[in-house]
């Protein structure tokens, strides 16, 4: 529950007020210099057993939450977009749901 309400919080201010696609370009650069990328990338890096179903869906919806915020700090930041750049491989491989590889596919454009 600690992280839904931490999740809406760093997607609500990373955004501009009204605007979904427009990121809040000062709130974007202080996530990322709290190093919020080394975080997302700890949470895309946990192993999910695709296999268990019902279990694993709270780790799933975290990892496909973690790809939108990757692509809300992404849009229009190229400092961030190099950053992720060297984590490409990464990103790709991460495993997933179709719901999930749908954020991912968004994020992967962002970078």
């Known amino acids: ?11 609500f201010t ?18 990322y ?3 919020i ?3 997302l990338l700890d949470i895309l890096n946990i192993d999910v057993d695709l296999e268990l179903g019902d279990r694993e869906v709270g780790m799933i919806a975290v990892k496909s939450d973690a790809y939108k915020l990757i692509a809300t700090i992404c ?3 190229t400092e961030i977009q190099a950053d992720l750049f060297e984590h490409l491989d990464m990103l790709i491989d991460v495993k ?7 954020e991912k596919g968004l994020a992967l454009n962002e970078v």
């Open 1 to 11: 529950m600690v992280f839904v309400g931490l999740k809406k919080m760093l997607l």
């Open 14 to 31: 990373s955004r501009l007020e009204g605007a979904i696609t427009e990121p809040h370009e000062i709130n974007v650069m202080m996530l």
């Open 33 to 35: 210099q709290c190093e």
């Open 37 to 39: 990328i080394n975080d």
């Open 75 to 77: 849009r229009k930041n």
């Open 96 to 102: 997933g749901t179709a719901d999930m590889q749908g």
